[in-house]
């Protein structure tokens, strides 16, 4: 009897001791360090939601030195300093909000990719390229059901063909075709998983054009035109649609389509010239078809 007493009595201890330090756990005081910092993080998202974006960065600069290793502070702070204009300090926090902890967040992969994507349209950096595509197939890895994480790695993929095209002493006719389709295979991904995102849809007719693959545009293109109704497709639409007629050779077509351009009060002066020179490419492979 007194054994079995001495072991419950024993247990009850531990149990009791057990439950203390998870109670104290629980009210372990925050640091000054992590209260500050999480306060001026929120003073400065309603700045930034606000559009006060020079309070917004005054605060979250304070966050990130209260919380060097928090990523959220780090990540509104980049997106604040990239609103402004300061890419390169926008990229250095994102950059280091992957060092400290945030390698498997897809999120900020993704958000590396596109802001390395945009600084390459002003650039024409190849290096810049290099680093968008790793970001992005880190997305890809961490987020395989996010049309996104396929879209950038794809359009990454694309920049890289076309920088190589430029260098071709470099890389074959072949490789820089391969590295099309790899592209166009991502991109077919993304339009899986976002079926109805235009922008992509259109990219993706596009590169199939670039991949020697017109029916595939063109069935791209038909795609695009059901989410519109009848006749009211936007410019870049109908100059697609031409573009990939002419290279099936459905010229009649071609010039239609063209034709509908103008009567719907869609060309300026700055796209009176495009659709000149597809009038010509037309009348050229007509004669010569």
């Known amino acids: 009897m007194i054994p079995f007493m001495f072991r419950f009595f024993a247990l009850s201890m531990l149990l009791v001791l057990a439950m203390g330090c998870q109670l104290n756990r629980s009210l372990a005081p925050i640091s000054p360090s992590h209260y500050f910092g999480s306060e001026q993080s929120r003073q400065g998202i309603v700045a930034l939601e606000q559009g006060n974006l020079t309070e917004a960065e005054k605060r979250l600069e304070d966050a990130v030195k209260w919380n060097k290793n928090d990523i959220n502070h780090r990540r509104y702070y980049a997106e604040v300093l990239w609103q402004q204009g300061k ?11 992957v ?11 993704i958000s590396l990719a596109e802001k390395y994507l945009t600084i390459q349209e002003f650039t024409n950096n190849p290096q810049i390229v290099e680093i968008a595509h790793r970001h992005a197939d880190d997305a890809v890895r961490l987020a395989s059901q996010d049309a996104r994480s396929w879209a950038l790695r794809g359009r990454a993929k694309r920049l890289q063909a076309t920088h190589q095209a430029g260098s071709a002493e470099h890389t074959s006719a072949t490789q820089i075709l391969l590295m099309l389709h790899e592209a166009c295979a991502d991109y077919l991904r993304a339009v ?16 199939q054009m670039s991949c020697g693959q017109p029916e595939q545009a063109w069935a ?3 795609t695009i035109q059901s989410f519109y109704p009848q006749g009211s497709e936007p410019y870049e639409v109908l100059i697609g649609k031409t573009e990939t007629l002419t290279a ?23 796209t009176e010239q495009q659709i000149q020179e597809m009038m010509t490419a037309i009348k050229v492979r007509q004669t010569f078809r």
């Open 192 to 207: 899986s998983l976002a079926p109805h995102d235009t922008g992509l849809l259109i990219e993706l007719a596009a590169l």
């Open 248 to 270: 099936l050779r459905r010229f009649d077509e071609a010039e239609r389509t063209l034709a509908a351009i103008r009567q719907r009060g869609l060309v300026n002066r700055d």
């Open 220 to 222: 791209t293109w038909l």
């Open 87 to 97: 890419y390169q300090e926008s990229l250095e926090q994102l950059e280091e909000a």
């Open 99 to 109: 060092k400290r902890g945030g390698q498997n967040n897809a999120s900020l992969h």
